[in-house]
């Protein structure tokens, strides 16, 4: 059994790449030269100073005594938080905007949730001198306002969704309906492991470094390059994908993957797509989503933005298919509450979406010497308003 | 041989193909509007069957189909619909929608019912070649329906003769990078676009589809191609026609048709 994508971009009986005749072109592009600009020695060197010297790279994996304890395991948080822009999204947008010039191309488009991956996007095109389009549903635009400004001043024009839940899941539809409006000039940067092939393993490639960092810096200080667990996240899965890709094949780790329950699993507010999805086709992808009997998209719903999306991505509905991962749903009043304990105990405002995979740490017997892993996907600036507004402090 | 094979060895040229959401406006109208479309002189019928998330659609299908789903639209209650159509009409239908909707429904029991209520064709966007060819070519062909894949301004020669080969009926030509319900007119770039199609040699017919939307871009398109396909303008003619389906349908051939 293989966990990684096979030649023809299917994990297990999930990805492919279901995609109208208007997208084939610039996928088919894509598809066939991914893989050789990646390996090229100047994009190499182009994207690995980009990490070390704009990001910041590696980030560091901190060590989180006063965790540990509570938690009766050592526990590891891989800092993706301290990346340049506050979240593991800019290791994709690095590159994909080096793979977009390679291309070519000269106008980005971009979905975004919570905003992160937005601003990401933002950023690299600023940094490239590059136009910006950013798709972002009207409810994430309200509730991540300041990511919102944060696109605006880095130069990039955000147009609001109005269809459906008004959320990711929409702005996505809307940056694929520009693609086909732009085939020429246009490179859409999708911001997580999900769309049509080649896009999930191009993501989790770009991703892969922070699991590629976490092996060395374990060895380092566990004389081991393995953990026993590895805690990520998963919206569409791209943190989780980076945090799991160097481990995929090593069976003594085990991966745990965070989604979001929203009010409850059952509560019909969820985004707990592992419990909830079945088999069927996503933004031209085939994985597990949410749906109806008659295979109408189920709006999801969770207070984290970034999480708040009704599939995943192929990559994890392979890993969830064969239990090489293990999932738990986390609601919303038990992320809020993680990231309010993380904050007093570590001094870290962990993002929203992170805080579901911290309150998983609860769900776990950990032997006594276990090393644990939990990727930080990202800092909690982003959800202050959120966090404010349900504290009471 | 169905219906749109007989149509298009009859019929060469100006062929009237339009598009509408079923279960749009009302719940019921569906078949009301095939007949009056029929009755109108229309050749061909594209039936949509409406989807949450319709990646090729603009705004006007969209909303059509979130109205339609609104109204217990699904293709149960469709097929259902459809049942004594043949009682009553004879005009080549051909059923459109997303391929997450035939997988659910089952492929085996979709192709079989589409067979039972005798509906001729199927365009499924999304539908990628490799998996058509794996799951329903002979499914298709041993129940004599016809399926029509798209050519886009950017699809390649080599790509063009692959989808003619496994096309049958008519190849959609979609007249621009867009989706449906874009901007209208057709400018010369785009006849430059027709006129290099109509250069290869084709195994099938054509019609010309996106941007349609009046007599004028209707002619246009039909000097390039064996007819054309119009769905948003149309909607658009029923969503403002209101109750009364059968006049806006008159209406509306009437002033493409003049
Ligand atoms: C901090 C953070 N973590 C996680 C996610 C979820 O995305 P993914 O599952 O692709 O990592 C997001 C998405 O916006 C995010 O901002």
Redesign the interface.
């Known amino acids: 059994m293989t966990y990684n994508i096979d030649d023809k971009g299917y994990y297990g009986k999930f990805g492919?790449?279901?995609?109208?005749?208007?997208l084939?072109?610039?996928v088919e592009e894509l598809k066939q030269q991914y893989i050789s600009i990646m390996n090229e020695p100047s994009f190499q060197a182009d994207f690995q100073n980009l990490l070390k010297d704009y990001v910041g790279r590696p980030t560091p994996l901190y060590f989180a005594k006063r965790l540990s304890e509570k938690y009766k395991a050592k526990i590891y948080l891989k800092r993706e938080d301290l990346c340049h822009t506050g979240a593991h999204k800019v290791n994709n947008t690095i590159g994909q905007i080096l793979m977009a010039q390679r291309l070519g191309k000269t106008r980005i488009i971009a979905e975004t949730g919570a905003g992160q991956h937005g601003v990401a996007t933002a950023t690299v095109c600023a940094l490239m001198g590059m136009e910006c389009i950013v798709y972002m549903g009207a409810v994430d635009i309200k509730r991540q306002a300041p990511n919102v400004m944060r696109m605006k001043m880095l130069g990039a024009e955000v147009r609001p969704a109005e269809?459906?839940s008004k959320t990711l899941?929409d702005a996505t539809?809307e940056a694929?309906?520009d693609w086909?409006?732009?085939?020429?000039e246009t490179h859409y940067i999708i911001g997580s492991v999900v769309g049509p092939h080649p896009y999930p393993d191009m993501v989790a490639k770009f991703q892969s470094v922070i699991s590629e960092e976490i092996k060395w810096q374990l060895q380092e200080k566990e004389n081991t390059p393995n953990p026993d667990y590895v805690f990520a996240c998963v919206g569409g899965g791209s943190n989780a994908a980076g945090a799991f890709y160097h481990y995929l094949d090593e069976p003594n780790v085990k991966l745990i993957s965070v989604e979001a329950a929203g009010m409850g699993i059952n509560s019909g507010e969820s985004a707990a797509t592992s419990v909830l999805g079945t088999?069927?086709?996503?933004?031209?992808s085939k994985t597990l989503l949410m749906?109806t009997?008659?295979?109408?998209?189920i709006e999801p719903y969770s207070i984290s933005a970034g999480l708040d999306y009704p599939g995943i991505g192929p990559m994890h509905a392979h890993l969830i298919d064969s239990k090489r991962a293990q999932t738990f749903s986390v609601t919303d009043q038990e992320a809020l509450d993680a990231a309010l304990d993380l904050s007093r105990i570590e001094g870290i405002i962990p993002a929203l979406e992170t805080a579901h995979a911290l309150h998983a740490l609860s769900l776990i017997d950990f032997e006594p010497n276990d090393i644990v892993v939990l990727n930080l996907s990202g800092r909690g600036d982003k959800d202050l308003q959120t966090y404010i507004s349900n504290y009471d402090l | 041989m169905n219906r749109i094979e007989k149509l298009f060895e009859e019929k060469k040229s100006s062929i009237l193909n339009i598009y509408f959401t079923a279960g749009f406006p009302n719940l019921t109208d569906t078949v009301t509007i095939i007949k009056s479309l029929e009755e109108n002189g229309v050749d061909l019928i594209e039936l949509g069957i409406p989807y949450s998330d319709p990646l090729a659609d603009g705004t006007t299908i969209q909303e059509s189909g979130n109205i339609a789903i609104g109204n217990g639209m699904s293709l149960k209650v469709l097929f259902e619909q459809l049942k004594d159509l043949r009682k009553e009409s004879q005009i080549p239908i051909i059923l459109m929608g997303y391929l997450n909707q035939v997988m659910q429904f089952g492929v085996e029991k979709f192709i079989k019912k589409c067979k039972e209520v005798d509906i001729d064709g199927l365009i499924l966007p999304d539908l990628p070649v490799d998996v058509y060819e794996a799951e329903f070519k002979s499914l298709i062909s041993s129940n004599d329906l016809s399926i029509s894949f798209l050519v886009t301004p950017q699809t390649s020669d080599e790509r063009i003769e692959q989808i003619d080969a496994n096309s049958s009926g008519f190849v959609y030509v979609v007249s621009d990078s867009s989706i449906t319900g874009g901007k209208s007119g057709i400018s010369s770039q785009q006849i430059e676009y027709f006129k290099r199609l109509n250069n290869k040699s084709w195994k099938n017919p054509r019609l010309i589809g996106f941007g349609i939307s009046d007599a004028q871009t209707f002619n246009t398109a039909c000097t390039y191609a064996n007819g054309a396909i119009i769905g948003s303008a149309f909607i658009k003619a029923l969503k403002k026609g209101g109750d009364d389906v059968t006049q806006t349908c008159k209406t509306f051939v009437e002033s493409i048709r003049n």
């Open positions: 492919g790449a279901f995609i109208p005749e208007m084939h072109a610039n269809s459906g899941k539809n694929i309906r086909i409006s732009n085939p020429k088999l069927g086709i996503i933004h031209g749906q009997e008659d295979g109408q998209i």
